[in-house]
C-alpha cells in the first residue's frame, strides 16, 4: 500500500440493516467496485460491511474502526440520516475524527425499499456512495465555539407584563432593567379596581408587584426613559437609555437578552365615523369607565347621578382594525356586572356581534350576568349620534333607542412607538401591525431575533392572565438558555461572506430573516455574525458575486455531489 | 408506439430537496416501500433557497437532464420565508434555461410537505417520464454548446 | 445529576416535548411518560394546523426527533403515573410502565412483522377509520417508529392460541412476547402535567346522527381523512360508499352548550376544513353553520376573512340546540333556524361535527395521585389565588396546555415555556 500513501484515508461502512438493505442491495458488488473506481486510485479506502450499525455492537466496531485505521473522513451508507445521523455524529465525537468530515447515505429509503430492481438499487447506491465519499473530502472541519454570556435581561414597559418578566428573572447572578416611559410603573392596570371574577382571588395584585419590583436588589428601574440602541445577539447586547424629560443620554450596560412589554392603547374612536360624539356627551370609553370605577367606585354620569339606561358597543373599530381584541367581551360583562350589583333598576342593553369567550370560565360569566336580566342584542350593524343609538338587530330591522349613558369597547391596538421599536430591533411586525413571533406557534414569545422576546399586549391583543403566562414563558426561555456561568454554543454550520468577493450590495442583508448580516461601511462589505446565522444558505443562495460560503453546504462541496450523481 | 430511440433513455435527474419538508417525504415514501424511479439523486440541501444560479448551471453543464426541485408549501419554511425566495429565484432559472435552450420543462419546482410521500413518489415518477419524453439534455455535458 | 433535579413531564403532545426539549436543552434530565405508543399528541391528527395551515409533521416531526434523540429525555411510552408522594424538590413517583413487548433499542422500524400477524383490529388512533394488526405503529410515520403489541388481542398474549408470527418475521430479535408490564419507581424535582384533551363524545347530542349516519363524521375523524398519511392517503371520500362528498355542511359548537363553554379553537379549525373542502373539492358545496365566531389571536380573523373570500355559505343559527341531522335515501339533511328565526333545511352529503374539547380521561385518576385539583369541568386548575399561572394547588407540581383548559398551540406552548422558568428554579440555582 505504500504508493497510495496520501494524507486522506476514507473509511465507507455499509450497513446492512438486517435483510432491508442486504436483501434488496449487493454490498458485496460494492466493496468489490468502489476501490477500483478512478476517484479513489491514490487514496486510501476501506468499505466495509456490518449488520447493524446502530446497535451498541454497531456504533462500538464503527468506533474502533475510525480508531484503529486513523480514518480522515468516513462515509455511512445505511437509513436515513433523520433517523441516525446523530448516532453517527456521537461516534465520530468519541474519536479523532471531527463530526464534520463524516457524511451519511441514505441507500435504505432512498434505494432499497424504493427500488425493487436489486441490480438497479445496487448501482443507485454506488452513485450516492460515490457523491458522498467525493463531497467528504471536500468538507471541512467545523469547531464549535463556546461563548461567554451576559445573563441579565432588559425588559422594556413596566405594565404587568413587563414587571411579572422582571419578577420571574430577577436573582442573584440575574440582574434586570426595567425601563418604562411613564412616570410610573404599572401599565393600563393602574386604572383597574375590579377584574374578572376568574381573576378576583387576587385584587390588588399590581399594587403588591410593583412594591415587589422596588424591593427587589437585582432590578434596576429606570422610568421616564426609553431604549436609544441595542446591537448584539443572544447573551451579549449592548444596550443604551435615553432619559425622556431632558431628552440626554442614559445609562448604558450588557445584557444578554430583551423583553420588549410595551402594552396597547385603544384605538381612537374619533376616527370612526360611526361613533361620533362630543366631550359633553355621555359616551365613554372602556378605559374611562375603569379610571371612574377606580375613583370614584361607581358609574355615574357627568352630573354625579346613577344612569337609568346603559348602552354597551362591543366590537368597536373591530373591522377596521382586522381583528378581535378578545379582552373586551369579557371586560363588558364585568361593567354589566358592576352596573346589577350598583343597582337593579339601571337597564342594560349589550350590543354586540359574536360573544368572544375563549376562556374556560367565561362562558359560565355570560350566562350569570345575562341571567340577572341585561338585553344582549346581537346586531349586524351600530351606529352612535351622541346617547341615541341606532342599531339592526341580526335578521330584524333597523331600530333605535336613547340611552342615559354609552360604553364603548374600542379595539386595543400596539401603544404608540411600536413601529419605531421594531425597527430599532429590527424584527417584523405582523399584519395586524403588533410584533411577530418567530413562530406562531412553536416559538411564540421570541421574535426572529434570538434572544429577543415580546409578551403581553404588545404580543397582540391579550388579557392580564395571558400576558403574564407569556412573561412567564418568555422568563422561561431565558433561563433555560442564558444560565449563569454557562457558556453557550453557537450553531457553527453557518455562513461566511468572503471580503474580497463582496462587491456590498447588500442583497443578502435584506434576505436573511434572522438579521445575521451587517453592513461594514468602512470595508463597504457585509458580514455574517456567526452567532446568529442558523445557517439556512439563503444568503448564499442570493449573492451576485459568489461571496458567501454556507459552511458544510459551499459550491464545492454540493458541485462535487452533483458530478458523481449524475456521471 | 412511443417515439423511437428514447425508449431505452436512462435519464440523469437530480433531487434538491430541502430537509425538513421534501427530505422527510421522501423517507416517509421508502418507509411506505413506494415504488419510485431510480433515475432520480436526491442532494440534500439545508433550505431550498441555498440552490443557486451556479449549482442550477453546474447541475445542467454536466450533462443532468433535469432538475426537481422540492421544499416546503409556501408560509411552511423552517426558516421563515426561505421558500418565497426559491420561488422568485426560481422564475430566473426558468430564464436562463430559455437562454441556454434548454427547455424550461427540465426544471421543475414542486411544494412537498413531509406527511406527503404518495406525493412525492408521484412527482418523482411523473418528472422521471417527463424528462424521458423530452429526451437527453441538448447540451451534452458541454458547456461550451 | 441529583435525582431531584430531574423533572417527570407527563403527556408527549406539544407542551409537553416543548417543556421537555427546553428543560433537557438547558442540562436538566426529564422524564417524559406518554400513555401511548408514539409521541406527538393531537397536533400530528392534523395534516395542516391553522393560522397558516403549516404542515403539522413539517412542524412537529423534527421536535419529536429531538426527543427521542436528546441524551437528557429518557421517554417513557405505554406508561402512566400512578401515584407521586413527597413535596417540591423530592417526589417520588410511581409509574405503570406497560410492556410494549419490541425493543426500543433492537427495533429498526421495518415493518416486516406486521403482515404475518393474523390478528386484524380497528385502528382508534386513525379513529377506527383503517385497521391494524395486534403488533402495530398508528400511522405511518409514527416516532418512535416501532411498534408495540396489543396484549388483549395479540393471540398468543390472550392465550387464545399459540402464535409466534411476529416474533418468527423479526430478523433483529426485538420483539420480546415474555417482557411484563413494570412498575417503575423514579425520584424528581417537579412535575410538569401536559396529558392535553380529549373529544366530545357527538353521540351524546342524539339528534346530530353521529353513529347513526355514515355521512356524519367527527372533526378528529375528517382531520384523519384529510391527512396524507391517513386511512385514505388524504383522499376525501365517503365512509362505506367510495364517493366524495358534494356538499359539506359543517357544524360548530357541537357540545359547548352541554359543557357550558366555548372550546375557542372549533371556529378556526372549521375554516380550516372549509379551506381543504374547497380546495380539493373546487366544485362542492361547503356550508359553515355556527352561532358564534371565537377568533382569539390577532391573526384569526384575517384567516376567517380569507375563508369567507373563499366562498361557501356561512350560515347563522338562532337557535343552536334545535339543529337536526336527518338521512332520507342517502342523503343528509340538516334542518336548522336561521337568523330571522325561520326554519331551513340543507341537503349534503357529509356532515361535519366541530366537537368540543373535553378533559382527558384519566385527568380524574391523575389528580387524585398528584394530590391536585380540577375545576367543576374537569380540567385541571391552577391556583386559585393567582391570575395568571401554571402553578396548581401543590408547590412544584404544574399543569400546561389543553389539560389546564381548551386552547390552541400557541397558548399551549406558552404555558409550557412558563412552566419551564418555575421548574427550572427546583433542585438548582439558576440565578435566582
Ligand atoms: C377597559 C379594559 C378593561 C380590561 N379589563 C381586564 C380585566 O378585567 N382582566 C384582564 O385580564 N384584562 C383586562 N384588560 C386587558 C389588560 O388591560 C391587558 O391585558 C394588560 O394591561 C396588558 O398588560 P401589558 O403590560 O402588556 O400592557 P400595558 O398595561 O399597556 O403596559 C405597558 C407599559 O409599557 C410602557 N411602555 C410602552 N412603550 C414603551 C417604550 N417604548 N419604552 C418604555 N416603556 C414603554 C407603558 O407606558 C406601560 O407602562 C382590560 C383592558 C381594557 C382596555
Ligand atoms: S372581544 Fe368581543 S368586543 Fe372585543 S373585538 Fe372581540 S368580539 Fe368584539
Ligand atoms: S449579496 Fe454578496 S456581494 Fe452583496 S453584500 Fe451580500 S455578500 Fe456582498
Ligand atoms: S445562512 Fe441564513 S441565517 Fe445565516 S446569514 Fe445567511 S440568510 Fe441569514
Ligand atoms: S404473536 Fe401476537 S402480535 Fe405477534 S403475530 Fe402473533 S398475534 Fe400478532
Ligand atoms: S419489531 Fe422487528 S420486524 Fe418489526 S419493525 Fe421492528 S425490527 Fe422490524
Known amino acids: 500500500m505504500e504508493s497510495k500513501k496520501t494524507s486522506s484515508k476514507i473509511g465507507v461502512y455499509i450497513c446492512e440493516c438486517g435483510p432491508n438493505i442486504a436483501d434488496n442491495i449487493d454490498i458485496d458488488t460494492i466493496i468489490a467496485r468502489l476501490p477500483s473506481l478512478e476517484e479513489y486510485q491514490n487514496k486510501e479506502l476501506v468499505v466495509k460491511r456490518y449488520k447493524l450499525l446502530c446497535s451498541n455492537e454497531g456504533k462500538e466496531f464503527l468506533e474502533n474502526e475510525i480508531r484503529e485505521n486513523e480514518f480522515t473522513h468516513l462515509v455511512v451508507a445505511a437509513c436515513s440520516p433523520r433517523d441516525h445521523d446523530t448516532t453517527f455524529i456521537n461516534v465520530c465525537k468519541k474519536t479523532q475524527l471531527n463530526p464534520y468530515l463524516y457524511k451519511m447515505v441514505n441507500i435504505r429509503e432512498q434505494c432499497a425499499w424504493i427500488i425493487p430492481d436489486k441490480e438497479k438499487a445496487t448501482e443507485k447506491a454506488i452513485r450516492y456512495i460515490r457523491a458522498a465519499t467525493s463531497r467528504v473530502l471536500k468538507q471541512s472541519e467545523l469547531i464549535e465555539k463556546q461563548l461567554d ?67 427587589n436588589e437585582s432590578i434596576t428601574i429606570f422610568l421616564e426613559t426609553e431604549l436609544e440602541s441595542a446591537v448584539g445577539f443572544l447573551g451579549n447586547f449592548e444596550i443604551s437609555l435615553k432619559n425622556i424629560k431632558n431628552n440626554q443620554p442614559g445609562a448604558e450596560f450588557t445584557v444578554g437578552a430583551i423583553v420588549a412589554a410595551t402594552g396597547f392603547r385603544l384605538t381612537d374612536t374619533g376616527k370612526l365615523a360611526q361613533y361620533k360624539y362630543s366631550k359633553e356627551s355621555e359616551v365613554y370609553t372602556s378605559l374611562e369607565i375603569e379610571n371612574m370605577i377606580k375613583r370614584d367606585g361607581k358609574i355615574v354620569l357627568k352630573s354625579g347621578k346613577e344612569p337609568e339606561s346603559v348602552g354597551l358597543i362591543h366590537c368597536v373599530g373591530r373591522e377596521e382594525k382586522g381583528y378581535c381584541s378578545q379582552i373586551c367581551c369579557n371586560y363588558m360583562l364585568k361593567f354589566i356586572s358592576f352596573l346589577q350589583q350598583q343597582s337593579d333598576s339601571i337597564k342594560i342593553k349589550d350590543f354586540y356581534r359574536d360573544m368572544c369567550l375563549p376562556h374556560k370560565e367565561d362562558q359560565g360569566f355570560f350566562e350569570e350576568v345575562k341571567n340577572k336580566g341585561a338585553d344582549f342584542i346581537r346586531i349586524s350593524d351600530v351606529k352612535i349620534k351622541g346617547t341615541h343609538v341606532e342599531y339592526t338587530p341580526i335578521g330584524k330591522d333597523k331600530k333605535e333607542v336613547d340611552v342615559d349613558m354609552v360604553i364603548l369597547a374600542p379595539a386595543m391596538e400596539p401603544e404608540k412607538g411600536t413601529e419605531e421599536l421594531a425597527e430599532l430591533f429590527n424584527v417584523p411586525l405582523s399584519e395586524t401591525n403588533f410584533f411577530q413571533e418567530e413562530h406562531q406557534q412553536l416559538n411564540p414569545v421570541e421574535t426572529s431575533i434570538e434572544g429577543i422576546f415580546i409578551v403581553g399586549a404588545c404580543h397582540g391583543p391579550a388579557g392580564i392572565s395571558e400576558s403574564m403566562l407569556q412573561a412567564q414563558a418568555a422568563s422561561g426561555k431565558i433561563s433555560t438558555r442564558l444560565i449563569p456561568g454557562k457558556k453557550i ?39 455574517v455574525n456567526e452567532a446568529i446565522c442558523r445557517g439556512c444558505g439563503n444568503c448564499a443562495g442570493s449573492c451576485p458575486s459568489g461571496a458567501i460560503r454556507a459552511k458544510h453546504f459551499t459550491s464545492a462541496q454540493i458541485y462535487q455531489e452533483i458530478i458523481e450523481a449524475i456521471r | 408506439m412511443k417515439p423511437e430511440g428514447k425508449d431505452n433513455f436512462t435519464p440523469k435527474i437530480v433531487g434538491y430537496l430541502c430537509n425538513w419538508c421534501t427530505y422527510a417525504a421522501a423517507d416517509m415514501a421508502g418507509s411506505s416501500k413506494l415504488e419510485i424511479a431510480p433515475e432520480l439523486t436526491v442532494i440534500k440541501v439545508m433550505c431550498s433557497s441555498r440552490i443557486d444560479f451556479n449549482m442550477v448551471l453546474t447541475t445542467f453543464f454536466n450533462g443532468a437532464d433535469g432538475i426537481l426541485i422540492g421544499g416546503c408549501h409556501p408560509g411552511d419554511c423552517h426558516y421563515d420565508k426561505g421558500n418565497y425566495y426559491t420561488r422568485r429565484r426560481f422564475a430566473l432559472f426558468k430564464d436562463i434555461m430559455k437562454i441556454l435552450k434548454l427547455d424550461p420543462e427540465r426544471l421543475q419546482l414542486s411544494w412537498i410537505s413531509a406527511s406527503e410521500g404518495n406525493r412525492y413518489a408521484e412527482v418523482v415518477n411523473s418528472f422521471t417520464e417527463k424528462i424521458k419524453k423530452l429526451g437527453p439534455n441538448p447540451l451534452n455535458g458541454n458547456p461550451y454548446f | 445529576m441529583n435525582s431531584k433535579d430531574k423533572i417527570l413531564v407527563i ?113 382508534e388512533w386513525e379513529e377506527n377509520l383503517s385497521e391494524k394488526k395486534a403488533i402495530y405503529v398508528p400511522c405511518e410515520g409514527s416516532l418512535p417508529n416501532v411498534p408495540a403489541i396489543d396484549p388483549e388481542h395479540c393471540l398468543q398474549l390472550n392465550g387464545k392460541k399459540s402464535c409466534n408470527a411476529c416474533v418468527e418475521a423479526c430478523m433483529f430479535g426485538a420483539i420480546d412476547l415474555s417482557e411484563k408490564d413494570e412498575e417503575v419507581q423514579v425520584d424528581v424535582g417537579a412535575v410538569i402535567v401536559a396529558t392535553g384533551f380529549d373529544m366530545f363524545d357527538a353521540g351524546k347530542i342524539s339528534n346530530l346522527g353521529y353513529g347513526k349516519f355514515p355521512g356524519v363524521y367527527t372533526s378528529m375523524e375528517f382531520e384523519r381523512l384529510f391527512a396524507s398519511n391517513g386511512p385514505t392517503s388524504g383522499e376525501l371520500v365517503l365512509r362505506g360508499g367510495g364517493e366524495s362528498p358534494r356538499s359539506i355542511a359543517i357544524i360548530h359548537c357541537v357540545g359547548r352548550k352541554e359543557l357550558g363553554y366555548c372550546s375557542g379553537v372549533c371556529c378556526m379549525d372549521s375554516f380550516k376544513y372549509s379551506h381543504f373542502l374547497k380546495n380539493k373539492l373546487p366544485d362542492a358545496k361547503v356550508y359553515n353553520i355556527y352561532s358564534d365566531i371565537c377568533l382569539p389571536n390577532k391573526t384569526y380573523q384575517i384567516f376567517y376573512n380569507k375563508i369567507k373570500g373563499e366562498g361557501g355559505g356561512f350560515i347563522f343559527q338562532s337557535s343552536p340546540e334545535d339543529i337536526e341531522i336527518k338521512e332520507s335515501s342517502g342523503k343528509l339533511g340538516v334542518n336548522l333556524t336561521d337568523r330571522n328565526g325561520a ?83 427546583i433542585g438548582e440555582i439558576n440565578g435566582k
Open chain 3, 343 to 425: 326554519a331551513e333545511s340543507l341537503d349534503v352529503d357529509m356532515v361535519i361535527l366541530a366537537c368540543a374539547i373535553v378533559p382527558g380521561k384519566e385527568s380524574e385518576n391523575l389528580a387524585e395521585s398528584l394530590g391536585i385539583e380540577l375545576d367543576g369541568k374537569g380540567f385541571f386548575l391552577t391556583r386559585k389565588e393567582d391570575v395568571g399561572t401554571v402553578e396548581t394547588s401543590k408547590a412544584g407540581i404544574f399543569v400546561v396546555g389543553c389539560a389546564e383548559g381548551p386552547k390552541d398551540i400557541q397558548n399551549s406552548v406558552i404555558q409550557a415555556e412558563a412552566a419551564v422558568g418555575k421548574a427550572i428554579l
Open chain 1, 489 to 527: 454554543v453557537p450553531e457553527v454550520k453557518v455562513s461566511e461572506i468572503m471580503e474580497d468577493f463582496c462587491m456590498g450590495c447588500r442583497t443578502c442583508m435584506d434576505i436573511c430573516s434572522y438579521g445575521a448580516i451587517t453592513f461594514d461601511g468602512e470595508l463597504s462589505v457585509c458580514v
Open chain 1, 149 to 215: 454570556i451576559d445573563p441579565g435581561v432588559l425588559v422594556i414597559g413596566g405594565g404587568i407584563s413587563g414587571i411579572e418578566t422582571a419578577l420571574s428573572l430577577a436573582g442573584k447572578e440575574r440582574k434586570v432593567y426595567l425601563v418604562e416611559k411613564s412616570s410610573e410603573l404599572g401599565g393600563k392596570m393602574n386604572m383597574f379596581k375590579e377584574l374578572l371574577p376568574r381573576q378576583n382571588g387576587n385584587r390588588d395584585i399590581i399594587e403588591k408587584k410593583i412594591e415587589e419590583v422596588k424591593k
Open chain 3, 11 to 123: 403527556g408527549a403532545g406539544i407542551a409537553g416535548m416543548e417543556a421537555s426539549l427546553l428543560l433537557a436543552n438547558a442540562g436538566r434530565s426529564v422524564l417524559l411518560v406518554e400513555k401511548l405508543s408514539l409521541t406527538g399528541g393531537n397536533t400530528i391528527k392534523n395534516e395542516d394546523s391553522f393560522p397558516n395551515l403549516e404542515c403539522s409533521t413539517c412542524m412537529i416531526a423534527p421536535i419529536q426527533q429531538d426527543i427521542l434523540q436528546n441524551p437528557n429525555i429518557e421517554v417513557m411510552t405505554l406508561s402512566t403515573v400512578k401515584k407521586v408522594e413527597g413535596e417540591a424538590g423530592n417526589f417520588n413517583v410511581t409509574i405503570d410502565k406497560k410492556a410494549r413487548y419490541v425493543s426500543l433499542v433492537d427495533c429498526i422500524g421495518c415493518g416486516m412483522c406486521y403482515e404475518p400477524c393474523p390478528v386484524t383490529l380497528k385502528n
